[in-house]
T-cell receptor
Framework: KQEVTQIPAALSVPEGENLVLNCSFT??????LQWFRQDPGKGLTSLLL?????REQTSGRLNASLDKSSGRSTLYIAASQPGDSATYLC??????????FGQGTELSVKP | DAGVTQSPTHLIKTRGQHVTLRCSPI?????VSWYQQVLGQGPQFIFQ???????GRGNFPDRFSARQFPNYSSELNVNALLLGDSALYLC?????????????????FGAGSRLTVL
């Protein structure tokens, strides 16, 4: 049974700092891994999707990496801003479109 | 172009009642999935529908049911509500059941329906 874990559960950093969010999964037979952002009380916004054959994806200040063999992914946020404050969720797809989510990392970026 | 729309946005029910949540996918999307997100946790997969057929079901009791209509919109029904059913219910759509990074097959989520059971 696939399990997804995110560490840390919460993170507070000063504005401008570079930071890394971690995601681990127990079954390496995945189709892809996605990182989402969720603002309080809102739905999910997809940030980056890494196919199983890829090692990383980049979008602006965000970079996500995937190491299937070790069951790990990281989301790197460069030069963090207060507007980056949100909960970040990773999700793996190993059943063709049925995502399994971690519990999320709540990020707070202080001005 | 409208995104995934869900209704109602908020609702309050009492234990034992029944609830129906509605989802309209992005135009052209044929696959709809439902997720339950309890406060402080990540979403959990409930159902996936494609071309009006159930393609997958998560570990939820039979009190949960869903259907997809010819226009690809979907309903999630929950009977005999329990306090533990209080959650944000998220609907997501894409063109095909599998998720990829290309165009219409990226999974797009709606803003959710917040259900409170008293």
């Amino acid at each position: 049974k696939q399990e997804v874990t995110q560490i840390p559960a919460a993170l507070s950093v000063p504005e401008g700092e570079n930071l890394v969010l971690n995601c681990s999964f127990t079954d390496s037979a995945i189709y892809n891994l996605q990182w989402f952002r969720q603002d309080p009380g809102k739905g999910l916004t997809s940030l980056l999707l890494i196919q199983s054959s890829q090692r990383e994806q980049t979008s602006g200040r965000l970079n996500a990496s995937l190491d299937k063999s070790s069951g790990r992914s990281t989301l790197y946020i460069a030069a963090s801003q207060p507007g980056d404050s949100a909960t970040y969720l990773c999700a793996v797809d190993n059943q063709g479109g049925k995502l399994i989510f971690g519990q999320g990392t709540e990020l707070s970026v202080k001005p | 172009d409208a995104g995934v729309t869900q209704s109602p946005t908020h609702l309050i029910k009492t234990r034992g009642q029944h609830v129906t949540l509605r989802c309209s996918p992005i135009s052209g999307h044929k696959s709809v999935s439902w997720y339950q997100q309890v406060l402080g946790q990540g979403p959990q997969f409930i159902f996936q529908y494609y071309e009006k057929e159930e393609r997958g079901r998560g570990n939820f009791p039979d009190r949960f049911s869903a259907r997809q209509f010819p226009n690809y919109s979907s309903e999630l029904n929950v009977n005999a509500l329990l306090l533990g059913d209080s959650a944000l219910y998220l609907c997501a759509s894409n063109l095909l059941p599998s998720v990829t990074s290309s165009g219409a097959n990226v999974l797009t989520f709606g803003a959710g329906s917040r259900l409170t059971v008293l």
